[in-house]
Structures are given as C-alpha cells and as structure tokens.
C-alpha cells in the first residue's frame, strides 16, 4: 500500500521548521557569504540585469558581443530579469528572492516526491538533513548540494530545475497510476520548460522516470511518455535567445572545460555510498525499488558520459547522489520504527564524518565573513571590487586581469576577457591572449594601445600590488612616461581601492593606428 502525501502530524511540522531554518540560514549566507569571483553566481546576475534592460534583444552579458554568444539566456533568466525591471529592485535583492523560491520549490518537491514514493511522517526531513549533510568531499558544481554549497547555488537556474524536477517526476507518478489528461497537460508543460531552462536536468528527470515503479507497471503509458523528450528537444529550437544545437553537440564534449566529476568520485561522495548497500536493502527486504532503480540509471549514464568523453554526463553523479541519499534516509527512518532502533546510533556514527565536514566548513565560511560599520554582509574576495560600482556603467568596457565576471554582475560595464563557452571558444581564448599580452611587462606601448582599441576599451583595472615591475610598466604607458606628463600616457587614474587602481583611458590616443612608440 503506497503512503499519501498527507501534510498533517508532527512528521509536517518538523519538516516546516527544518525548512525554515534552512531558509534563514541561506538568506543569511546568501548576505555574507565570501563568494569567490570564479563562481558563476556573478555570470547569473549579471545575466538577469542585462535581461532587464534588453529583454527583447539582449547582448552578452559579460563581453561586447551578441547576446546569442552567451548560454545563459534561458526562460528562467527573462523570468527574473522581469521582476527585476517591474519592482525596480537591486540584482542582487532579486537573486535573494530567486533564491527563496528556488528553496520553497525544493523542499515542497522534496516532499511531494518523497511521501509518494518512500514513505511520510518525519522521513522528508530526514532525508533532507541526509542530503544537505552526507558527502563527502564533494564538489563545487549545482547540484552538489551540500550545505557549504546550498545557499551558493540557491538562485542558480541549475537548483530551480532540479527542484522543478522533483515535483515534475510526482506529477508522472501520478499519471503514470491514474491517468487524465489534465496532469498529462501540464506534465509536457512543466517538462518543456525544465529542459529549455536546464537541458541536462531535463535529460536526468526524463532518465528518472523509468526509475518509478509505476512506469513498470504500465509500460504501455510509459511508452507514451517518450513522446515529452521530443517535443522538449525539438521546442529547443524555437527558442531565438541563443543557439541550443551547439550546446547539444559542441558544449558537451570536454574541449572547452574539464569537469572534475570524473575524478575522485569515491572521495567526492563519502558516505553518501552507504546508499547503495541502503538501496539494495530496500529492494530486497522491504519492495522499495525506486532508490535502487535510481542509482542503477544515473550510474549507467555517467559512466556511459565518461567512456564517450561526454563532459556534461558527470553531473549524473550528483543526480545519482538523491537516491543514495533517499536511500540512507530510509533506512535511517524504517530503523527509528522498527524494534532495531538500538542501530540508529551506530548507523549515525558512520555518518558522522560527513555532519563533522559539514560544519568545519561552514566554520571556515563564517571566518571569512567580514562585516561594516551597519552590520551588513560583504561580499568576501568579491568585495573588493564593490569601489567599482559608482565609476562603471552600462556601456564601459574594463580590461582586468581578474575579477572578469564580478564587474559586469556589479557595475553593467562589460569585461574584454571572459571564461570559454561553447559557443565562443576561439573568441575566449583570442581575449584571453590579448589581455595576458596587455598585462606583460615586455609588451611595447604601441602594441597595449592596439589591444585597447581593438576592443574599444574605457576602463584599465590594475592590481599594483601584484607584480612591482610589471604594474610599473603599465602604469607608464596609461599615465606617462616620467617627465612626459599625463598627456603622453593614454589614461588617467579615477579611483582606487587597496592595490587595485581603476584608469579610464583617453579614446584619442587608442584610435591612432600603431600608437604611439
């Protein structure tokens, strides 16, 4: 007999409090957290404010290029992108409330899916605190949702189709079981729209599916699903924002990024393997196949990725991680009912190192949490670059060692370098040269004045205290050699924080042809 999802009892409770909790605690990290400039957090928003200001034709949110250079532009981006231009709030006040969605999608999907397929009362919760607590290691990447990552990855769009997902496979195990068109509707409905949001999470929760017992009960309805995918994959197509064919073919392969999902999985996922001895447990003694099925055909997929070279494939590991985790936490909350409940202590030490990680690190978060005069959160290493803000806008275009993806998310200004995508990777990597030439201290002054014309740069960011002789070369052709003045240099110093020294560069002597030796 299959447990309803019934929101009621003291199991429901527990569950609202911990969400709660959770809510708070990631709003509150989501303030203070030291957000590394990598992080593709700055992309994100960078990406929603451009789409509030250009939702009809957006550019390239980090570079001056065409908006259909970048991959981000999906439904959820215009999505928040128009929140943000009807309240008129801050980008980073709409990624918090993104953030607050995504969570209150997770955890009622959680919930939803959970009680369907595994069991009510207090194992939500339960397997909740498995999922935010037991790894290992781990890795960096959405999806990988421990509880140093969570509110990291809270507003990214990676977070919302998982969550999405989630309530997506209930509602197919419920039309699987009872049929209607009703839910067969809004299923394709939802389906599409997590797949054009975040294709490769669409692809798990399609692959997912087979994992429901209800699909083996009825193949015949089963086989009528397959006919979802397609339509996802061909509405791919009619979405004009960028172009879903090279990221299918090109953006799969590893030629443009390694991922680390490959590596160390054993280490990455720690004690997170006790589900699969958990699973198979539950499969055998007790009839709950769903977490084993699970495990089987995301572990089948990532290795299939890994023998092809598919770089994408590596986050079926992450996906594979719920029902290990769905697992651990069904065995957790079957041992509490049972009249074994003496075993619940040894199976939580075995756990412990995990929780033990957990909070080590968040401790070391939480000591490099800096605070001003207000008490409001800076943002960590990202911080440093809050001075930009006032003396960038729309339109300017910075060269800068670093800090490429946090100038435009904090300033509308546009980066001449950028990390590699699949749609620009020549060009990535043609910037990325000019800007290792410019910031070479053997570079002559007619060739960094080429550089800065070619990409009609306004704005030089430079960190002086890096290289002592190479800042001092660049800051005698920006400013002047000495004795020459400021007039024969091709820039002037605007504003300045710690070592990092903000030029604007005079268009005059940029545009002349060869510069100036």
Sequence with gaps: MKHRSTFTGNGALFYVL???????????????????????????????????????????????????????????????????????????????????????????????????????????????????????????????????????????????????????????????????????????????????????????CFAAVFALPEARRNTRRAALFLVVPAA??????????????????????????????????????????????????????????????????????????????VAIGGRFILYGALFLHLAIAATLHNTWRSRRRWLVAPMIVLLLPAVTSRVSGIRAHAGRISFDGAGAGRVGPAGEYLFLRPLLHEGDIVLSEKGMLVIPALTGARSVTTKPNPLIIGEAQRRRSAGERFFDPATASWERREILAEYGVTHVLLDIGRDGERAGAIRADLEGAQGGGVETGCGEPVGRNGSLLLYAVTPALTETPGGVN
């Design 18 to 204: 911990l969400s709660a909790g959770l809510l708070a605690f990631s709003l509150f990290a989501i303030r203070t957290i030291p957000w590394e400039t990598s992080y593709d957090y700055w992309e994100l928003a960078a990406s929603v404010r451009e789409a509030s200001l250009h939702p009809l034709h957006p550019t390239n949110p980090i570079i001056d290029l065409p908006g259909n250079t970048s991959p981000r532009f999906t439904p959820y981006i215009f999505f928040w992108g128009s929140v943000m231009r009807i309240t008129g709030l801050d980008v980073f006040r709409v990624l918090e409330l993104a953030a607050a969605v995504n969570l209150l999608l997770f955890v009622t999907g959680l919930w939803r899916f959970v009680t369907k397929e595994i069991g009510n009362g207090s194992l939500p919760a339960v397997a909740l605190l498995v999922m935010l607590l037991v790894w290992g290691r781990s890795w960096n990447w959405t999806n990988a949702y421990h509880l140093e990552l969570f509110p990291i990855v809270l507003s990214y769009y990676g977070t919302f189709a998982f969550a999405l997902s989630l309530h997506v496979l209930r509602l197919v195990s419920d039309w699987l079981e009872r049929g209607g068109h009703m839910r067969g509707t809004l299923f394709a409905l939802l389906a599409v729209t997590l797949f054009i949001t975040h294709p490769i999470t669409g692809v798990f």
């Design 232 to 309: 996802a994959f061909l509405a791919t197509f009619a979405w004009p924002w960028f172009d879903y064919w090279t990221i299918f073919t090109r953006g799969t392969r590893s030629s443009w990024f390694n991922t680390p999902l490959f590596r160390h999985q054993v280490s990455g996922l720690g004690t997170a393997l006790y589900g699969v001895p958990a699973a198979i447990h539950l499969a055998w003694n007790r009839g709950k196949s769903l977490p084993l099925a699970g495990i089987v055909i995301c572990a089948a997929i990532y290795f299939f990725s890994l023998a092809a070279g």
